[in-house]
Each structure stands twice: as C-alpha cells, then as structure tokens.
Nanobody, 124 residues
Framework: QVQLVESGGGLVQAGGSLSLSCAAS????????MAWFRQAPGKEREFVGR?????VYASSVKGRFTISRDNAKNTVYLQMNSLNPEDTAVYYC????????????????????WGQGTQVTVSS
C-alpha cells in the first residue's frame, strides 16, 4: 500500500517553470514505477511520464519536463520548463499496480495508487 501526496502546484506565466513533488509513504518506494498524469478541464486524464528502470515522457512534454526521484526521501519530482497554457491541468502522481504491463505502462489502468492532485495554471 502506498499513499501519495503531491505539492508544488500554482500559477505561472507562459514560458516559466514549476516543480512538483510527490511524497510517498511505505518502505518499498524504490520498487515502484512512478508516473505523472494530468487532467485538464473537460478532458481525460493523460500520461505525462514515468520513471522506473527507464524514464519515458509523452511527446507533448518531452524536452520540457523532467522526472526524477529520490528513493532515500520517498519522493518523485516533476520539473516543468517552458510552460504554455496548454499545460494547465491538475497533475497527479501515481504508483504502479497489479495491472502494470508494457501495454498499460502509460495508461491509467497500470496504476493503482494516486495522489490527490495539484493544480498547475499557466497564464498567457
């Protein structure tokens, strides 16, 4: 069982940067694939990136966003640069679950544990 708490959201101007954190409970954090998803108003939740043995990003954020983790602190981070209004969303971190496979690795179905989300708003 993993409990996740995101922090670091806020309001930023286009072109700016923001860093999100996700603190996890539990002693087995290092064994989890950790992912970030986001959900914009009126849209479905979408994959942003994940980190496990490798780190993978959605094409929409590749080159602008960076995921890192500190297993000693049970924390995963999302550094977001060159933000634009289309990045406005609630951002969620997630830990992989029983249905995690190579197919579900970038899908909601692959993750059983979710944080409460943190709002990121990018103004134009």
């Amino acid at each position: 069982q993993v409990q996740l708490v995101e922090s670091g959201g806020g309001l930023v101007q286009a072109g700016g940067s923001l860093s999100l954190s996700c603190a996890a409970s539990g002693r087995t954090f290092s064994t989890y694939v950790m992912a970030w998803f986001r959900q914009a108003p009126g849209k479905e939740r979408e994959f942003v990136g994940r980190t496990g043995t490798t780190t993978v990003y959605a094409s929409s954020v590749k080159g602008r966003f960076t995921i890192s983790r500190d297993n000693a602190k049970n924390t995963v981070y999302l550094q977001m640069n060159s933000l634009n209004p289309e990045d406005t969303a609630v951002y969620y971190c997630a830990a992989h679950g029983k249905r995690y496979t190579s197919i579900t690795a970038s899908q909601i179905a692959g993750y059983d544990y979710w944080g409460q989300g943190t709002q990121v708003t990018v103004s134009s």
